[in-house]
Every structure is written in structure tokens, then in C-alpha cells.
């Protein structure tokens, strides 16, 4: 079974910078398509980056949230830099249950089946 763990949460002041790290064991990231996602408060779950082979971005975070992988450790990270008290929710990292027939940003040979989640780990920026 695919298991996704999140680390690299905490509290920060606008202006700052984290890095989450999502492992995946189970499986290979390398030929799914893997995202972040989050929660703010009374909010729904909303996307925040996804990539396979190419990034997409939210509106509200692009250039200042970067996702990438090194499939050499299985792994998953999104930097985020110059913070917003906005940005503050629960971010959970995720894994298409279905494989790529090809890499790239179309959806239909890339698809973003979310199956396997992690359990999230909290941001709060004030």
C-alpha cells in the first residue's frame, strides 16, 4: 500500500519561509502525478501545486511556492517562501492512484486521481 508522511510544518511570521517534505513509500512518485493540497479553517481542501514532469500553481501562490520531487528518495517537497497569514491551514501532500501513460501536464495521460494522502502537518503564518 502507497503511504505518504508530511513533515516540515511549524508557525512563522509573514515574510518567512518553510519546506514540507512528503515521503512516499509503497510505491514510486516517479510515474504518478503528485500535488499539495490544504485547509484553511471553515474552508474546503483546496489545490495548491501539482507536478508531473510540469508544475501547476494556484493563482495565489505562484512565485512564491515551488513543488518538486527527488525520486531518488521517493520524496516530494514544496518550498514556500514570503508567507501570508492566508497561506495558514493544514497541508496535506497526495499521489494519483493512477499511474501516467505519459508525463506532462495533460490530464488525461497524467490523470489527478488523488487516491493516497497524507495525514497533514500544520502552517501557520501570523
Known amino acids: 500500500d502507497v503511504q505518504l508522511v508530511e513533515s516540515g510544518g511549524g508557525s512563522v511570521q509573514a515574510g518567512g519561509s518553510l519546506r514540507l517534505s512528503c515521503a512516499v513509500s509503497?510505491?514510486?512518485?516517479?510515474?504518478?502525478?503528485i500535488g499539495w493540497f490544504r485547509q484553511a479553517p471553515g474552508k474546503e481542501r483546496e489545490g495548491v501545486a501539482s507536478?508531473?514532469?510540469?508544475?501547476v500553481y494556484a493563482d495565489s501562490v505562484k512565485g512564491r511556492f515551488t513543488i518538486s520531487q527527488d525520486n531518488a528518495v521517493n520524496t516530494m517537497y514544496l518550498q514556500m517562501n514570503n508567507l501570508k497569514p492566508t497561506d495558514t491551514g493544514v497541508y496535506y501532500c497526495?499521489?494519483?492512484?493512477?499511474?501516467?501513460?505519459?508525463?506532462?501536464?495533460?490530464?488525461?495521460?497524467?490523470?489527478?486521481?488523488?487516491?493516497?494522502w497524507g495525514q497533514g502537518t500544520q502552517v501557520t503564518v501570523s
Open positions: 497526495a499521489a494519483a492512484g493512477t499511474r501516467a501513460s505519459v508525463m506532462g501536464p495533460s490530464t488525461r495521460t497524467c490523470p489527478t486521481d488523488f487516491g493516497y
Open positions: 509503497g510505491s514510486t512518485v516517479s510515474r504518478r502525478r
Open positions: 507536478i508531473c514532469s510540469i508544475a
